[in-house]
């Protein structure tokens, strides 16, 4: 499942705690990544490109340690063993860009003007995220490549910061919508699915996560005809 479409039974609620595994560490909320030793933020950085670039299993610790400019003890020193590493940095970037995510549905979606410009305008700014989060994006691609080889306790912490969350927020948005009358939503958490799929996996999907850009006049046209068939299926009467 992908970074943006994993859906959630559960109710929705953009609050929504994220839920880990009790064997693995979290990842840092941003405050107290400001109080982290430098040597451990230099050692997550390093993790994100060679993680992203070579992917998980073919990734060494030695090769994270050149990176980082540190030692290979000094890595064991911060994390147990590569996989709380790479645990550390997919939950990380996830609840980033979730988190980022969220404020641009609060921002886009909390006071309507017009139904279609605005949600095409928050599909384009989610859109957005691929470039801003770049390294983030070049680990869902290795996610979704090596799943095979990433624990299921990995996967399920990482769906829960990122795919889930995301999709609780907008089956919150999707439900809001319904209640005001701007939408004819059977199911909030269904129609969540539905705009994530035409119009941000829209354009993730065919560009394998921005790693083939497409040109900006051609997001734009997805993502409007997304929009489209959104309100085709969900809009109300008249």
């Given at each position: 499942m992908t970074e943006q479409t994993a859906p959630d039974a559960r109710p929705a609620d953009p609050a929504a705690t994220t839920a880990t595994a009790p064997d693995a560490t979290p990842a840092a909320p941003a405050a107290a990544r400001r109080g982290m030793p430098e040597k451990r933020v230099a050692i997550a950085r390093a993790a994100r490109t060679v993680f992203g670039r070579e992917g998980y299993t073919r990734t060494s610790v030695d090769a994270i340690a050149a990176e980082a400019g540190v030692s290979k003890r000094t890595i064991y020193n911060h994390f147990a063993d590569k996989e709380q590493l790479f645990r550390s940095v997919i939950l990380e970037g996830a609840t980033t860009v979730a988190a980022t995510q969220?404020?641009?549905?609060?921002?886009?979606?909390?006071?309507?003007?017009?139904?279609?410009?605005?949600?095409?305008?928050?599909?384009?700014?989610?859109?957005?995220?691929?470039?801003?989060?770049?390294?983030?994006?070049?680990?869902?691609?290795?996610?979704?490549?090596?799943?095979?080889?990433?624990?299921?306790?990995?996967?399920?912490?990482?769906?829960?910061?990122?795919?889930?969350?995301?999709?609780?927020?907008?089956?919150?948005?999707?439900?809001?919508?319904?209640?005001?009358?701007?939408?004819?939503?059977?199911?909030?958490?269904?129609?969540?699915?539905?705009?994530?799929?035409?119009?941000?996996?829209?354009?993730?999907?065919?560009?394998?996560?921005?790693?083939?850009?497409?040109?900006?006049?051609?997001?734009?046209?997805v993502v409007e005809h997304g929009v489209a068939a959104f309100l085709a299926v969900y809009g109300t009467p008249g």
């Open positions: 969220a404020k641009i549905a609060d921002r886009h979606l909390r006071k309507i003007v017009d139904l279609r410009t605005d949600l095409v305008d928050f599909g384009l700014e989610r859109v957005d995220s691929l470039t801003t989060f770049a390294e983030h994006w070049a680990l869902v691609r290795t996610i979704e490549a090596e799943a095979l080889h990433i624990r299921p306790a990995v996967l399920e912490a990482w769906q829960d910061a990122g795919p889930r969350e995301t999709h609780r927020v907008l089956t919150h948005w999707m439900a809001e919508f319904a209640e005001r009358g701007l939408l004819v939503v059977p199911d909030p958490a269904e129609a969540a699915r539905m705009l994530n799929l035409l119009t941000f996996l829209a354009v993730a999907q065919p560009t394998f996560y921005g790693a083939l850009p497409m040109p900006a006049e051609r997001i734009a046209e």
